[in-house]
């Protein structure tokens, strides 16, 4: 079974900066896309950002100028650097991969922005 555990979200005033991180385990990490996915109270689940297993990312509008997300295979790790935050961007954000044709999904990180 695959695990994804996310860590790093927390309370931010506008303006700030969180770094989160979703390190995965029973899977071959260097060989999947991996994906940051939010969710906002009384909204779906929006994807936010793509890593392919060769690094090539994507974005959400949203996100594009403001946040980064990368890998490091040797700790079979993805991370979210996210910047100048905004309150509309306080959500649930949850670490995400495909494997197999199912969906895992970690147990998600709280970011809240405000002042």
């Known amino acids: 079974q695959v695990q994804l555990v996310e860590s790093g979200g927390g309370l931010v005033q506008p303006g700030g900066s969180l770094r989160l991180s979703c390190a995965a385990s029973?899977?071959?990490?260097?060989?999947?896309?991996m994906d940051w996915y939010r969710q906002a109270p009384g909204k779906q689940r929006e994807l936010v950002a793509v890593i392919t297993n060769g690094g090539s990312t994507n974005y959400a509008d949203s996100a594009k100028g403001r946040f980064t997300i990368s890998r490091d295979n040797a700790k079979n790790t993805v991370y979210l650097q996210m910047n100048s935050l905004k309150p509309e961007d306080t959500a649930v954000y949850y670490c995400?991969?495909?494997?197999?044709?199912?969906?895992?999904w970690g147990q998600g990180t709280q970011v809240t922005v405000s002042s």
């Open positions: 029973r899977i071959i990490f260097r060989t999947y896309a």
């Open positions: 995400h991969v495909a494997r197999q044709g199912q969906d895992y």
